[in-house]
T-cell receptor, first 114, second 114 residues
Framework: QQQVKQSPQSLIVQKGGISIINCAYE??????FPWYQQFPGKGPALLIA?????SEKKEGRFTISFNKSAKQFSLHIMDSQPGDSATYFCAASTIGGATNKLIFGTGTLLAVQP | ETGVTQSPTHLIKTRGQQVTLRCSSQ?????VSWYQQALGQGPQFIFQ???????GRGNFPPRFSGLQFPNYSSELNVNALELDDSALYLC?????????????FGPGTRLLVL
């Protein structure tokens, strides 16, 4: 019940296209859903995050869509650029719990072809 | 404002040895979490420190231990190293105020156990 399932495992998108990565969770106590971007040899960097009281959040070319009833959320990268090529992780946690630990998905390796 | 820093960047140890990894939290943050990221996997929560005490632990054996100091920096100690301990060890800091939220990651320490 603590798992976060992420798909696809890898994704190839043409420059200018839309990249879509999906995640699903089981634990209904989760109330914070961040996405992290990680380049090789670097630590994960927070990209965008959402709370379950909204269904969508947009920051620049990055949008999170959240479906509380389906327990799913997704990351959309509009106008994908070669510089977006990285590994993307979704995560979930419970704010206000005894421990705010992040449960990560398995990652999606995105390659944006020029 | 300085970000999360970790030292050393790389480390090679042999099986059975002990290792200490260090983390300096981002300015203004009072909570430190440690994660283990095996190659090709998402980060796995090891434990979290708040007010110099362990505040939650993941599914890791007692040979993984830690400390948090009054300046909020932290150490991760691993005893009796095993080959499977080879991984990227990530430190993340956050501000715990009524439930910490965003965790900011350092660049990690790459540990190789031979």
């Amino acid at each position: 019940q603590q798992q976060v399932k992420q798909s696809p495992q890898s994704l190839i998108v043409q420059k200018g296209g839309i990249s879509i990565i999906n995640c699903a969770y089981e634990n209904t106590a989760f109330d914070y859903f961040p996405w992290y971007q990680q380049f090789p040899g670097k630590g994960p960097a927070l990209l965008i995050a959402i709370r379950p009281d909204v269904s969508e959040k947009k920051e620049g070319r990055f949008t999170i869509s959240f479906n509380k009833s389906a327990k799913q959320f997704s990351l959309h990268i509009m106008d994908s650029q070669p510089g977006d090529s990285a590994t993307y992780f979704c995560a979930a946690s419970t704010i206000g719990g005894a421990t705010n630990k992040l449960i990560f998905g398995t990652g999606t390796l995105l390659a944006v072809q020029p | 404002e300085t970000g999360v820093t970790q030292s050393p960047t790389h480390l090679i140890k042999t099986r059975g040895q002990q290792v200490t990894l260090r983390c300096s939290s981002q300015s203004g943050h009072n909570t430190v979490s440690w994660y283990q990221q095996a190659l090709g996997q998402g980060p796995q929560f090891i434990f979290q420190y708040y007010r110099e005490e362990e505040n939650g632990r993941g599914n890791f054996p007692p040979r993984f231990s830690g400390l948090q100091f009054p300046n909020y920096s932290s150490e991760l100690n691993v005893n009796a190293l095993e080959l499977d301990d080879s991984a990227l060890y990530l430190c993340a800091s956050s501000w715990r105020a009524g439930g910490s939220e965003t965790q900011y990651f350092g660049p990690g320490t790459r540990l190789l156990v031979l």
